[in-house]
């Protein structure tokens, strides 16, 4: 079955730098999509980071774009998310995330991990 699973997150106080991983099993990793959320207290989800299968391209939001990069080791089945000059407003559980490529396109989520920015 599907599994993934985040680790990486923690404390970190304003301007700082984490960098959270994400390693997926039961699929063929280098075939899917993976992608990154947030979700801070009383906010919806809110897509971070996202990579295609073969790591070529990537995208993000205006409020993590230059801050954040998304990354991935097909060899590993790990993604990965380097988030530096971190922000209070940054604070929020992180969720590792993929669409199956074929119908009917089922969705999955890590357990997330908990990102703290404070001083």
């Known amino acids: 079955q599907v599994q993934l699973v985040e680790s990486g997150g923690g404390l970190v106080q304003p301007g700082g730098s984490l960098r959270l991983s994400c390693a997926a099993s039961g699929f063929t990793f280098s075939r899917y999509m993976m992608s990154w959320y947030r979700q801070a207290p009383g906010k919806e989800r809110e897509l971070v980071a996202i990579?295609?299968?073969?790591?070529?391209?990537?995208n993000y939001p205006d409020s993590v774009k230059g801050r954040f990069t998304i990354s991935r080791n097909n060899a590993k089945n790990t993604v990965y998310l380097q988030m530096n000059s971190l922000k209070p407003e940054d604070t929020a559980v992180y969720l590792c995330?993929?669409?199956?490529?074929?119908?009917?396109?089922?969705?999955?989520w890590g357990q997330g991990t908990q990102v703290t920015v404070s001083s």
């Open positions: 990579i295609t299968g073969p790591g070529s391209s990537t």
């Open positions: 995330n993929t669409v199956s490529p074929d119908p009917p396109f089922e969705v999955y």
